[in-house]
């Protein structure tokens, strides 16, 4: 599985939006953000900062990134629009540092001298290139690149985010952990809060689970489940169900909720032992072949081991033994068929009707 850098970008701006964030420019291929505090925390790991922040009540000031989710194109494109200006200055430039600028054409030599103190006002005259990076020519009109990467609330920091980066996978942990537990309301419309009678909503438990079918190879599966508290009522594609609908975090008018015939505890156990239903329906062959395989790898590390465990010398044989149970004891993880059942995401959605 892999993501498209359109797919990316998607789920990058999904986050900035839903945390608030600032954006200063975007564009198909890159987005420059300010984050915002509460993003900030998620993402830039400054504990200290925001401690001292939290400590004083001072004015928090977040950092800035531009984010490039196609790092070829977004290049390419840079180096067309560079200024015509800037790059007859890098010519004159190289020139002066490869020394085909020579001394005999005075005025030539002036005149670009010239041209390059207007492309950066303020400048001094250039007399010769200088080893020093801090005083030489292309430092003193183009600045001086950091050998190091600086972080402060005046600086944008590009970092290209691409699918398996490690800056991707942080904004799926932020948004997985402060989105796991929801609570939501169906948006009525306008004509709900202007009739004389109130709706009912129905209360809805939904969870996401996730299954995860693991031995040398991997699968995992997700169930979107949701049980009516009021009917006890299961519906196996609640997400699709819920899509469709516009959600609000608050109780809208004119709507009051129908009271709750089972506790959430109760229908959780229902919820899960539906999916165990479900599960024992499922076809288990790759297990049983798993375990063949399994079978097969441990009798070749019987063999391999059995001669080396006849060592005569008691060290080297304690040794060999203590490498034989690690070497079993892993290929019985890896090959061993599993199932692990774990809630990714769940919520109470009060609805008007599915």
């Known amino acids: 599985m892999t993501l498209t850098a359109q797919e990316v970008r998607k789920h990058v701006m999904d986050y900035l939006e839903a945390t608030e964030c600032s954006i200063i420019e975007a564009s198909p291929l890159h987005v420059t953000v300010k984050l915002s505090p509460r993003a900030d925390k998620m993402l830039t790991d400054r504990p200290y900062y925001w401690g001292f922040v939290e400590r004083t009540g001072v004015d928090p000031e977040t950092l800035s990134f531009t984010f490039v989710f196609d790092p070829e194109k977004y290049d390419s494109q840079a180096a067309v629009e560079v200024p015509p200006i800037a790059n007859r200055s890098a010519g004159i430039l190289n020139q002066v540092v490869t020394g085909s600028l020579t001394t005999g054409g005075t005025n030539d030599a002036e005149a670009s001298v010239d041209l390059l103190e207007s492309a950066s006002p303020g400048s001094e005259k250039v007399n010769a290139p200088s080893t020093d990076p801090e005083e030489s020519i292309l430092a003193r009109y183009f600045g001086i690149v950091p050998a190091l990467p600086r972080i402060g609330p005046g600086m944008i920091r590009r970092e290209d985010i691409i699918y398996g980066s490690k800056r991707l996978q942080q904004i799926w942990n932020a948004a997985r952990d402060e989105g796991k537990c929801l609570y939501l309301f169906e948006d009525p419309g306008s004509r709900q809060r202007n ?54 975090p608050r109780l809208p008018e004119n709507v009051h909720i129908q009271p709750y015939e089972m506790t959430v505890a109760a229908a959780t156990d229902l919820l899960e032992t539906h999916l165990t239903a479900q599960l024992a329906e499922l076809d288990y062959t790759w297990a049983e072949q798993a375990r063949e395989r399994l079978r097969v790898e441990l009798d070749i590390i019987d063999v391999y081991y059995g001669e080396l465990l006849k060592e005569p010398d008691e060290e080297k044989r304690l040794a060999t033994q203590e490498q034989y149970n690690r070497r079993r004891q892993e290929t019985i993880w890896q090959y061993e068929p599993q199932i692990a059942v774990s809630a990714v995401t769940y919520g109470l959605f009060h609805l008007r009707s599915l």
Request: aromatic residues 12%; negative net charge.
């Open 195 to 248: 009739t004389l009678f109130s709706a009912a909503y129905e209360p809805w438990l939904s969870v996401c689970y996730k299954v995860e079918m693991s031995c040398d190879l991997k699968r995992e599966e997700l169930h979107y489940l949701g049980i009516s508290l009021t009917k006890g009522t299961i519906i196996d594609d609640f997400n699709a169900k819920v899509s469709t609908k516009e959600m609000m």
